[in-house]
């Protein structure tokens, strides 16, 4: 069975950073894409970044590239995203996501529960 | 503003069969695959529809997504009280070289 466990998330303030892990199990993980996906307080959905199952390519969202960094380490089946200089619309529950196959060109198939982060003082 | 255009809402009552619009341009929906998410209340989304017209195992063949040209829709039929959730569309796109999705419908089994 696919599980997709996140953490990290939390209270910080406008210009903070923060680690957020994703724990994934159930599949070989090394065989498929990941990615983030993150949902702002009574909002659809936003598309944030995606790696390739080797780690040697990423995808970014314009909003916050520059900002946010995807990365993941295939020893410890899980996936990460650093989110650096956070802003209040930043604000949102932030879930982790299983590609169909390893390209970003597939999308997601398993969603974890997600983790919330919120950017306030 | 979301890239791809969904209805905010759309409603029902069981039984009948409704459908959910997302409308896009030919740099994603008309280049690209559609995929479709319902999003219960309180949970993550669940793929319901991939590849503009597949459905995983375990989804009922209640569910159907269709395309043509910069357009998808999502069809329920047999409207039941479980049905009730967001819908979120989704496509790649060539010109942002990203994911985007719609806005999202909330449907209402009445």
């Known amino acids: 069975e696919v599980q997709l466990v996140e953490s990290g998330g939390a209270l910080v303030q406008p210009g903070g950073s923060l680690r957020l892990s994703c724990a994934a199990s159930?599949?070989?993980?090394?065989?498929?894409?990941l990615t983030w996906v993150r949902q702002a307080p009574g909002k659809g959905l936003e598309w944030i970044s995606t790696?390739?199952?080797?780690?040697?390519?990423?995808y970014y969202a314009q909003a916050i590239k520059g900002r946010f960094t995807i990365s993941r380490d295939n020893s410890r089946n899980t996936l990460y995203l650093q989110l650096n200089s956070l802003r209040a619309e930043d604000t949102a529950i932030y879930y982790c996501?299983?590609?169909?196959?390893?390209?970003?060109?597939?999308?997601?198939?398993?969603w974890g529960q997600g983790t919330p982060v919120t950017v306030s003082s | 503003q979301s890239v791809l255009t969904q209805p905010p809402s759309a409603s029902g009552t069981p039984g009948q069969r409704v459908t959910i619009s997302c409308s896009g341009s030919?740099?994603?929906?008309?280049?690209?695959?559609v995929y479709w998410y319902q999003q219960l209340p309180g949970t993550a989304p669940k793929l319901l529809i991939y590849r503009n017209d597949q459905r995983p195992s375990g989804v009922p063949d209640r569910f159907s997504g269709s395309k043509s040209g910069t357009s998808a829709s999502l069809a329920i039929s047999g409207l039941r009280s479980e049905d009730e959730a967001d819908y979120h569309c989704?496509?790649?796109?060539?010109?942002?070289?990203?994911?985007?999705f719609g806005g999202g419908t909330k449907l209402t089994v009445l």
């Open positions: 159930g599949f070989t993980f090394t065989k498929f894409a």
């Open positions: 989704a496509s790649w796109d060539d010109s942002l070289r990203g994911w985007v």
């Open positions: 030919s740099s994603n929906i008309g280049s690209n695959s």
């Open positions: 790696i390739t199952g080797s780690g040697g390519a990423t």
């Open positions: 996501s299983k590609g169909q196959m390893n390209s970003p060109y597939y999308f997601t198939d398993y």
